[in-house]
């Protein structure tokens, strides 16, 4: 029933978005709305680490606090909604996967469905434990998907963009820049050396 009310609330809002803004950008189907909704979760379980060395002022906020709380739950949500979004499109266009060409066409998405698989069923303690060192390895490939996810937002958007293609593609050049800005902090020295203090030039 749940599911059911979703949708309809879904279409009714899709229909008034449509009459808003005309004939001049395409409608958003549900699967890409939940791609974006993806896009949007997995956008949030970078930001505690990212902000607080970008924004060291924000390692004590709420919000940050609440992110980093709940990370692994909404990292979970990220790829719930990936999975969803995959399989209507899957079902919509009858994609074959016995076909290779398949997996050059959606060879971004493909891929960033596995990291997401990857990071959803090793997102526990367990995980943690077993892996090790190895587990800090695996999931810096969520960094890896940022850059897939924004080949692959143009290159399955830019013929048709939808009011949300433009949100979507903000929010990836934001996140990249911020990660950018993080690894350039990460590998300035911590501390300049002091230079040795002339004598001569000390005030007697």
Not at 25 to 50: C, K, R, W
Not at 58 to 81: D, S, V
Not at 154 to 178: Q, R, V, Y
């Amino acid at each position: 029933m749940e599911v059911v009310n979703f949708t309809f609330s879904y279409s009714l809002l899709e229909l008034s978005l449509h009459i808003l803004l005309g004939n001049q950008m395409d409608t958003v189907p549900l699967a890409n709305f939940l791609g974006f909704l993806a896009l949007g979760s997995y956008i949030l379980t970078l930001l505690p680490t990212i902000l607080r060395i970008v924004f060291p002022q924000t390692k004590k906020t709420h919000i940050r606090r609440l992110l980093l709380k709940y990370r692994r739950q909404i990292g979970l949500i990220a790829f719930a909604c990936a999975l969803a979004h995959g399989w209507l499109l899957i079902a919509k266009r009858n994609i074959d996967f016995f076909d290779l060409d398949t997996y050059w066409v959606y060879i971004q998405g493909v891929a960033t469905f596995i990291i997401f698989a990857l990071l959803a069923v090793t997102s526990n303690n367990w995980s943690i434990r077993k892996l090790k060192c190895n587990w800090k390895k695996l999931h810096s490939l969520t960094y890896l998907a940022m850059f897939l996810l924004t080949w692959h937002v143009w290159d399955k958007m830019s013929a048709h963009w939808s009011f949300l293609t433009p949100i979507g593609l903000l929010e990836l050049i934001i996140i990249i820049s911020l990660f950018m800005r993080r690894k350039w902090l990460e590998h300035l020295p911590k501390s300049l050396p002091k230079k040795p203090v002339d004598q001569s030039l000390v005030s007697r």
